[in-house]
């Protein structure tokens, strides 16, 4: 059982704070999870600079992702949505993006940002990119500093910081860089700003990252090749001005977004859940592998390719977890997971240590202190040791009893009410207006499999 009540802020007129008590029944039945929210950015972007109409199906109509439909149409792109929820792009063609007469804003989303700041970098236009409270705390000197070498000119606030105006190079350089960590966002706004340069651009990464951008780009006609490193990393090359060419996107369910539901039925006592066309890309399935690691009951059935992409239906089933050591090689193909992992280890036995999460601080919130704070505040222990996470799990009894800040954060909203539905006693969270940026449907999906939540 749950409830919901209006709050009110001078920030946020309009807040959704919720209370979720403990479930007492379990979670059953087939459902399908939003549309990939990675793939849903790039496919709008990638399809808004090739030549011709694309479709879209499966697009996460996401708010993050209707951000970008509605900056890529302020660039120039013709988007309209069919009463069949499928997506029609007539793009301008590479190099062919116009000056946006306004503002663009990006809303929550740090991927439409970075990724965006790539775009903009190699088109000789103007444009400033601003976004919500959230967004415009979280650092953007990590893809200015590369992509300044294309010759683009960048005004932000301190600490590279939005709002932030882009006066674009007409004759961008192709770039050369090794990321100094693990970044997709990164990895992928240095290869846009490579489409329109002359030349080859080249990214070495120190460990591998979610390749959705490279699968997309070659899906379009780019010449995209992949080189692993003695090390482990990988070096990737684009061609630059190639030709792109409108091709039909079907987006499979996140598998971020998936996790929350997999987490629970692996929590609440008797549940057996399956979810359908869940994207299962070897870069985004960390968190699977660390879950059987700590003895889920996982199945995946009815493996194929969809667009370039793996993807399958997965059966999860009531466990009994242990506890885990995930090293930190694992980090970059679970990055926006560690919340979710982090409660099913507070409900696990035994203490779990996540390995390298430096990453984590740099995410919508300072997810590596709102995690430690969402297990403290109901009654489980952590510490964090350098890098590293460590957790005490409670074998099966977290406490709960607290109230849970999001700081604007969806992953940490949706981590806190899964601990809820298994905590013995009631978890406060302060909002979660924020769900809808990745996962559209939350309460209404987790409410079919039985979970109680109320409207919100």
Known sequence: MSMTQPVSSPSHPVVRSLRVCRLGTALTGTVAVPGDKSISHRALMFSALAEGETRIVGLLEGEDVLRTAQAMRALGARITRENDGRWHVHGCGLGALHEPADVLDMGNSGTAARLLSGLLASHGIMSVMTGDASLRRRPMKRVMDPLAATGATFLAREGGRLPLA?????????????????????????????????????????????????????????????????????????????????????????????????????????????????????????????LREMGARLDVTNERTEGGEPVGDLRVQASSLQAVDVPADRAASMIDEYPILAVAAAYAT???????????????????????????????????????????????????????????????????????????????????????????????????????????
Do not use: C, W
Request: hydrophobic content about 40%; cysteine-free.
């Open 166 to 290: 882009i006066k674009g190079s007409a004759t961008p350089a192709p770039l050369t860089y090794r990321l100094p960590v693990a970044s997709a966002q990164v990895k992928s706004a240095v290869l846009l700003a490579g489409l329109n340069a002359q030349g080859q651009t080249q990214v070495e990464e120190p460990v591998p990252t979610r390749d959705h951008t490279e699968n997309m780009l070659r899906h379009f006609g780019a010449h995209v090749t992949v080189e692993e490193t003695p090390e482990g990393g990988r070096i990737v090359r684009l061609e630059g001005k190639p030709r792109l060419v409108a091709r039909d996107v079907t987006v499979p369910g996140d598998p971020s977004s998936a996790a929350f539901v997999l987490v629970a039925a692996l929590l609440v006592s008797g549940s057996d859940v399956v979810m359908t066309n869940v994207g299962l890309n070897p870069l985004r399935t960390g968190l699977f592998t660390t």
């Open 350 to 456: 035994g203490i779990s240590r996540f390995r390298g999460v430096e990453e984590l601080r740099v995410k919508e919130s300072d997810r590596l202190a709102s995690t430690v704070a969402l297990l403290e505040k109901n009654g489980v222990r952590t510490k964090v040791d350098g890098n590293d996470l460590i957790i005490y799990g409670t074998q099966g009894a977290i406490p709960g009893g607290g109230v849970v800040e999001t700081h604007m954060d969806h992953r940490l909203a949706m981590s806190a009410s899964v601990l809820g539905l298994v905590a013995e006693n009631p978890v406060d969270i302060d909002d979660t207006v924020f769900i809808d940026t990745s996962f559209p449907g939350y309460f209404a999906l987790f409410n079919n499999l039985g979970a109680g939540f109320a409207a919100a």
